[in-house]
């Protein structure tokens, strides 16, 4: 009896222990559906109003109810019925007038709509987050931000609420407040913590010497900083926040309450084949080839996951001028200066029909300081890229796939050629069985394209779906939380105010 039992239990150990070892992260959860990531179809749609107003949407698990932002009018926020998404119906609107604020952001968790609320009395001032119940759209709390808040998040625990404070100054540049993140303690009240970007100003040299760009006309490093879009970790601990017109990703202890770091993220090279762009809107064709251009990635949106225990984050790399007022920072090509020993070509691209439309970062390129520009410096990248979320370092970039994609599919616009191409503005990342998807939205170009990206430097183009106008905001339902038990992807197009839903067929 000893030796049976013996034996026993050596079997149940090691039963145990290769079952631990077989573990991970990548392993599909008990009960997820086998779902088909690359053949999501439309399945319902909805119009809530004309343009700007379906920039942003959430979903909430409880009531079974779809929360958008809505500025097409009146400020406020249209609420949903999503039990049948193949027969959205709106049933109520939440005014945001009261407050004395625009919405640029929702977000929910567990019952709770939190939204992000520009001032419309003064741009510069302090904006806020406003919490509602989902239920009976009653007020939960007030909680005063930094200045323009552009983006609000929960975290996936719930604990905290995260907004990314734009900051952006006013049309003289007389008054520029600082950019920053706000943190808001869920369990303690809604206590806030805001965060500036002071303390790495004694960095900017070496920031720059990353591809950071800190504008000339700041009136500090802080006031410089405009944070854009926030993505936190599975395990709620550390957030990244992209500082759009910066070329730079904050790194965010939310565990402390600190910025732990930043990372300049350099340029792109267009000068080589797999980088090649369509250049001008005015030769009559669309033609990717190289050209002695580097892009600045300046994403907008970003999403984040883990793959074998590294945190990785994901750019949509879409560019963006500074425009307030009087001044702004893009030019032409062809009404720009150029170091004749450089570029002795210069009177020759300078034609509309060659490189001259190209919208260029004006106050960038002149590495001299005598006037003239040296380089070519362009707004965004025109693709997504996967980043090392520890070190900043880049791990896969898309070069031109989407740019290509979208004309293969037929919804490139030939017209935006000259500026940042298909325009990617959105990023979303879900687990779908084993595998990691990221959805990637595409501003000027009408679509949504989907990826395999389990595999961080080899990601696997799965689909193209055709969006609303001008899509802005997706929003992943996981299977288990969505109304109809399977995934559903929400899209949410500000230029023609819908917000369509797309579902995957089962394997």
Request: hydrophobic share 35%; glycine share 8%.
């Amino acid at each position: 009896m000893k030796n049976y039992g013996l034996a026993l239990f050596v079997s149940i150990f090691l039963l145990t222990a290769c079952a631990n070892e077989n573990t991970n992260e990548n392993e599909i959860p008990e009960g997820t559906i086998n779902e088909n990531p690359s053949t999501f179809k439309e399945i319902g749609s909805i119009t809530i109003g004309g343009e700007g107003a379906a920039e942003i949407s959430a979903y909430d698990e409880v009531s079974k109810k779809l929360f958008t932002v809505n500025n097409s009018g009146n400020n406020k926020i249209d609420v949903i019925d999503l039990t049948d998404p193949t027969n959205p119906k709106p049933i109520a609107s939440i005014d945001l007038s009261v407050y004395n604020g625009a919405s640029n952001s929702v977000a929910t968790y567990n019952g709770k709509l939190a939204v992000a609320l520009e001032s419309t009395i003064d741009k510069q001032a302090n904006g806020k987050v406003v919490v509602f119940n989902t239920t009976d759209y009653s007020l939960i709390k007030e909680i005063e931000v930094g200045a323009l808040p552009d983006m609000v998040v929960f975290s996936p625990d719930g604990k905290f609420i995260m907004t990314a404070n734009e900051g952006e100054p006013n049309a003289d540049y007389s008054i520029d407040p600082d950019g920053s993140v706000s943190i808001i303690d869920v369990s303690n009240n809604y206590a806030v913590t805001t965060l500036n970007f002071a303390g790495f100003e004694s960095q900017l040299s070496a920031l720059k010497s990353k591809g950071f760009r800190f504008s000339k006309t700041a009136k500090s490093f802080a006031a410089d900083i405009e944070p854009e879009y926030i993505t936190i970790s599975a395990d709620s601990k550390t957030a990244w926040v992209t500082l759009q017109e910066n070329n730079g990703v904050a790194k965010v202890d939310l565990t402390n309450k600190s910025i732990s770091s930043i990372f300049g993220l350099g340029y792109k090279d267009f000068n080589n084949a797999e980088n090649g762009i369509d250049i001008s809107d005015k030769d009559g064709a669309v033609v990717f080839k190289p050209w002695k251009v580097k892009g600045m990635f300046m994403p907008d949106a970003i999403a984040s996951y883990t793959v074998n225990g590294t945190p990785y984050f994901i750019t949509a790399n879409e560019g963006d001028a500074r425009e307030y007022g009087s001044y702004a920072d893009v030019k032409r090509l062809a009404k720009m200066t150029f170091d004749a020993t450089v570029f002795p070509d210069a009177a020759t691209f300078k034609a509309d029909a060659v490189m001259g439309r190209l919208n260029l970062i004006s106050t960038e390129g002149d590495t001299d300081n005598d006037g003239d520009s040296d380089e070519l410096i362009s707004f965004g990248a025109r693709s997504f890229t996967i980043w090392n979320g520890n070190s900043g370092s880049l791990v896969f970039d898309s070069k031109n796939d989407l740019d290509k994609r979208s004309n293969d599919f037929g919804t490139y616009d030939d017209g935006r050629s000259d500026d940042k191409g298909s325009e990617p503005e959105s990023v979303v990342v879900a687990k779908m069985g084993n595998k990691n998807i990221l959805f990637v939205g595409l501003e000027r170009t009408d679509a949504v394209m989907i990826y395999d990206i389990t595999n961080p430097s080899a990601p696997q183009y799965l689909q193209s779906i055709k969006t609303g106008d001008a899509p802005e905001g997706l929003l992943f339902i996981p299977a288990s939380k969505s109304p109809t038990k399977k995934s559903l992807l929400a899209v949410s197009s500000e230029g023609d105010g819908t917000v369509k839903f797309f579902q995957p067929d089962l394997n």
